[in-house]
């Protein structure tokens, strides 16, 4: 199954056993972001990445200059392990993954969750890959993803015991939304895809592709 039948099977169970009134509160917030929020602020194609130090899940400082070094970089924006989607999404890059480093790039995902919230998700998911803590949305924010939640659904998420407070270390109840980049060696962006309905997400062929495109074009400047 790949990844978009999975997030659709997911949210068709999800909806089967939810009360009405919950689905109809999501469905609205995410019409209402949709329609507000500032997309032409996110960073596109074409556009320079702005470096970056983070630490991740096992205790080290990841660096974009660092990754980048090594070639390509897959960069995931995902709101939190606590989002049943965004898991969902990172075992299906995990299963990519050996695609992905045969391409010469490297796989990192991005929340804005603690440190030990992101060691809990990487090894729930048995993820091979950097997870990186974005405290404070710093970085999301330098790529153009963040909003705020309405009031409306931060009391849906205390009510679930998902209260983000306990789960980022800040009151901003601030989130990305859900974003692949794929970034070319020398820091620029050669894949943007931004998900503002957070039950859609990039597909690993997509990125594959993207990767495959850039592994091509330097194959021809370097016969050129």
């Not at 320079?48 to 990754?67: C, D, H, I, K, M």
């Not at 990186?132 to 790529?143: E, T, W």
């Amino acid at each position: 199954m790949g990844l978009k039948q999975e997030l659709v099977a997911f949210r068709a169970e999800y909806e089967r056993t939810t009360p009405t009134d919950r689905i109809a509160l999501y469905n609205a917030k995410v019409a209402e972001l949709k329609a507000s929020f500032p997309i032409d602020g996110v960073l596109a194609a074409g556009e320079n990445a702005p470096a970056f130090e983070l630490p991740s899940a096992w205790g080290r400082t990841v660096s974009l200059a660092e990754v980048l070094h090594k070639g390509p970089a897959v960069l995931v924006f995902y709101r939190g392990g606590w989002c049943p989607y965004c898991n969902i999404q990172l075992r299906a890059y995990q299963q990519a993954l050996p695609e992905i480093s045969q391409l010469g790039a490297s796989l990192v995902a991005i929340s804005p969750q603690l440190p030990d919230g992101s060691l809990s998700t990487a090894e729930r998911n048995a993820l091979d890959f950097a997870v990186l803590s974005d405290a404070g949305n710093d970085v999301a924010q330098s790529f153009g993803l963040v909003y705020s939640l309405p009031e409306e659904l931060r009391q849906a998420l205390r009510s679930v015991d998902k209260a983000l407070p306990a789960i980022n270390g800040d009151e901003s109840w601030a989130l990305p939304v859900p974003a692949t980049f794929v970034i070319a060696s020398d820091g620029r962006i050669a894949l943007s895809h931004v998900d503002i309905d957070y039950r859609g997400r990039c597909e690993p062929h997509v990125v594959l592709s993207a990767l495959r495109s850039l592994q091509s074009a330097a194959s021809a400047a370097a016969h050129a």
